[in-house]
């Protein structure tokens, strides 16, 4: 019983911590830190501000608009992919359906193909001249260059590449299921729809609050299709805060600013994380 | 006669049931589709109006020219052999990992795992400027070095390793030590042979997390040449804004290996998503 380890234990554990804090949990201190700072890399600038980049943050305009442009993006985009991941899901669970199998392969394509290369095909989509999906609409929309279309366009290409995931993830959730339940309702006599709601739904609640929460943190952090696509136009209509901190960290090399503007987002998204998961205890205890 | 009535109503159910699945199934695979056959196109074609579907004629020429003039090919092996190294390195951390974390008993080591699992929702956004300035800070921009140092360890590789690992009994490990085996015997010889099922879902994902990186590598990497795929995909459509055949083409390549590998292993993928589940 020598389960105490030895040598290969020790350096293990020695290298998870401090490859962990090397390149972790010191960022988040070094991102605090220059906060409070005036930092700019490129002129090895470090100078001590104060709450000077804080009160910038919160004053700023650009800083809301790009927190409302972001929750509203991470909410359409987790409501679509739940409700099309549910839709699709139980179609595909019904019996009447042959080739399962196939459909879930198409379906979860879009999810692996690598994102920036799949953008720019998209790009070409929502192309006013040599777009495709123009054409198959009938409609003459300049996606991408239009404020009021550009979130729109951002927010399809998300929906499209992800909406298979969820697919997978919920089949796998209804063949988890108890088969019973379904006999049962089935010689009460329960329409599709009263199974749906009254033992599908109730049974699958943690699968959804799990993909609803992942989405959610996911797309907080949504940034490449804003800098492939739009760099945050038309306008201010498609800043989404982690482009914002790219784009004021990396365009402008304001470090300082673009720290606080992170460590915002990082105790958003960690409130949204607690939050959530207090939420999903609760269920699941029920 | 009840058998008959339920046929009667089953059949449009039926039938609408394909058609809303096979509605989204064209959805899901038309933008490829549609790719590959404007990647055949010239470009007089793909900016006429009176455009159609698929090709004219089937011509490799923008592939041969992007190929040559934009030396795609040298892009993809950076990214070929960035990713596989990658994928190589992150496997065995996170075997040696989740098997020290499943396997030994030590004090802190709930804590560590935990901590290592709250490591997953801190966002990429906020590290990479701190991990910008400790790379310049050691003179390391534009190395392979400050690509692949920071991506060596993966939480959820080793979350899912700690999860085979804990499926391999004691006494299997004990026997190899009565036997005299060391501590790493017992993790190469015994323990690293039985997680063939997580070594392959970690690799697929892994891979093409990696073939995916694009943000970090365009940071760093300086040096047009040493760039990879994705970062040269934004390069080449910044400089041949006006290309679309080309970069139709580009695109294509950066994505149809992806694909056939995705259709070869499809199994393993789905089977795969449930573990990948943990990082969502």
Known sequence: ?????????????????????????????????????????????????????????????????????????????????????????????????????????????????PLVAVTFVWKFIFDPQIGLLNKMLGTDINWLFDSRYAMVAILILTIWKDFGYAVIIFLGGLYSLPRECYEAAEVDGACAWQRFRWITFPLLKPTVLFIVITSLISYFQTYIPVMVLTEGGPGTSTYLSSYLIFDEAFSKYNFGYASALSFVLFLFIAVMTALSWKISGNVQTD | MQNAGKMHREKPAALVLNLVLIFFSILTILPFVWMVCSSFKTNAEISSLTQTFFPQSLNFDNYIQVLERFEFLKYFMNSLIYALVITAITIYTSAISGFVLAKYQFRGRRLLFAFILLTMMVPGVVTIIPRYTMMQTLGWLDTYKALVLPSMFTAFGIFLMRQACMSIPDEMLDAARIDGAGEARVFHGIVFPQLHNSVVSIAIFQFLWAWDDYLWPYLVIRTEDKQLLSVALNLFSGRYSTDYAGLFAATAIAIVPVIVFYLIFQKRFIEGVSASAVKG
């Open chain 1, 1 to 113: 019983m020598r389960r105490r380890g030895g040598a290969l234990k020790n350096i293990v554990v020695c290298c998870l911590v401090l490859f962990f804090t090397v390149f972790v949990v010191v960022p988040i201190i070094v991102v605090f830190i220059g906060s409070f700072h005036q930092w700019n890399p490129l002129k090895g600038e470090f100078k001590f501000l104060g709450l000077e980049n804080w009160k910038k943050v919160f004053g700023s305009e650009l800083f809301w608009t790009s927190m409302g442009n972001t929750v509203l993006f991470a909410a359409v985009a987790t409501f679509f992919r739940v409700m099309l991941g549910l839709a699709l899901s139980n179609a595909l669970y019904s019996r009447l359906i042959k080739y399962k199998s196939v459909y879930r392969v198409l379906y979860y394509l879009p999810t692996i193909t």
